[in-house]
């Protein structure tokens, strides 16, 4: 596997595994991965949430750690990635209004790159309008976001991922490893 440049566009109370996780999981095979937000500069850091399953209605939500981002937003272009992360959490709730943001993802889905979303990531797709025609996995409570956004819910286990063309996508962090798979055979690609 050739190391490939990843954008990861997080945000604060981004889901502590869903950012953590993939960051070291894609440096540890020799990825380069830039975590940017916007507002901030590398070596600012995002507050994380731990969102767990406990038996409840929905999930429960704990503090998490710092996270340290390692880019700037400000500047990035798209076209230096080949591919792109959008961790879940309560990032993606407000960084769909973000007109860059949006911009930013949009670009990967023009030009057919990889991309990764998980749990309540599908929040930011759906407002950056990417998912029309595609099927899509997210957190539960994001199924009419996907629905109204012309995309079609895929409602798999917790621990599963699913693949449609170059998306891939999951309900949570316990999909970790297929999440994770799918979106390496992309990345061989």
């Known amino acids: 596997m050739s190391g490939k440049k990843i954008l990861m566009i ?20 020799g990825h380069t991965v830039h ?16 969102h767990d399953f406990e038996g409840d209605q929905t999930y429960t939500e ?19 990635y080949d591919a792109l992360v959008v961790p879940g959490g309560r990032a993606p709730e407000y960084l769909r209004l973000n007109d860059d943001v949006k911009s930013l993802v949009r670009h990967f889905f023009d ?16 407002a950056a309008g990417v998912l029309k025609g595609r099927e899509c996995s997210a957190y539960p409570a994001c199924q009419p976001e996907v629905e ?17 063309a170059n998306l891939v996508t999951a309900p949570a962090w316990p ?7 799918q979106f390496f055979k992309l990345l061989d690609n």
């Open 148 to 164: 109204l956004a012309g995309g079609r819910f895929s409602s798999i286990e917790v621990d599963q991922a699913i693949t449609d």
């Open 175 to 181: 999909a970790h490893p297929a999440w994770l798979a």
């Open 62 to 80: 704990k503090p998490g750690h710092r996270f340290a981002l390692n880019a700037d937003f400000e500047g990035i272009n798209p076209a230096d």
């Open 10 to 29: 997080t945000g604060d109370f981004t889901e502590d595994y869903e950012t953590m996780v993939p960051f070291q999981a894609l440096q540890a095979v």
């Open 111 to 126: 030009t057919e790159k990889p991309v990764a979303a998980i749990c309540h990531g599908a929040q930011l797709l759906a």
């Open 35 to 50: 975590a940017v937000c916007p507002d901030k500069k590398a070596g600012d850091t995002v507050a994380t949430a731990i």
